[in-house]
């Protein structure tokens, strides 16, 4: 469809027009000083607990981590433990659990916020399961990728559990 400006449009403006939008998804990229932040709830089911992964998965791409970079499987691995935790441990009916990221890119870290409705069952110190065991290596996972890990009382109620795992901005990746 034809604009109507009385102006003649030929290919090269067309082109233009095309190399003047910036590329690359705009509101989601890192602030100008290299900090991003995705905050959102979820359902406490194991699909809630799929689909936090794959939003942060999404989210670090938009921040110019690959879904295949090492930064990227980490805290996506994270997620997922923390996650399943929430969903398994942390369950209360009718509350949704809550998975916060936030890139530090001047401090080169995600810090990884998963906070659940209930408090009476804590994290204890990670151990490995023995080998017979189907789970029990979640935390251990966790603090295996972490440069540091722990949990903390929520108010009102619940608790949160964080790590932190360290990245640096991919070469090539530029904050917003």
């Not at 690959?66 to 929430?86: H, I, K, Q, Y």
């Not at 942390?90 to 936030?102: E, I, K, W």
């Not at 110190?125 to 251990?140: H, K, V």
Request: proline fraction near 8%; include cysteine; aromatic fraction near 6%.
């Amino acid at each position: 469809m034809a604009r109507m400006t009385g102006e003649k449009t030929t290919e090269a403006t067309k082109d233009a027009r095309q190399e003047a939008v910036p590329p690359g998804p705009r509101g989601f990229g890192l602030t100008a000083n290299g900090y991003g932040s995705l905050s959102r709830q979820f359902p406490p089911t194991p699909r809630g607990a799929r689909l936090a992964r794959h939003t942060v998965v999404r989210q670090l791409g938009h921040w110019g981590f690959g879904p295949m970079t090492d930064a990227s499987c980490s805290v996506a691995l994270v997620v997922a433990e923390l996650a399943a935790n929430a969903v398994c441990h942390g369950r209360l009916r009718g509350r949704n659990f809550h998975v916060r990221v936030d890139y530090e890119g001047p401090a080169s870290r995600f810090r990884i916020e998963v906070s659940d409705a209930l408090l009476g069952r804590t994290p204890e110190q990670a151990t490995l399961a023995p080998e017979d065991e189907e789970s029990g290596r979640g935390l251990f996972l966790v603090e295996s990728l972490a440069t540091k890990w722990g949990w903390e009382p929520r108010n009102p109620i619940g608790k949160t559990v964080w790590a932190e795992v360290a990245a640096s901005l991919p070469q090539g990746a530029r904050p917003a």
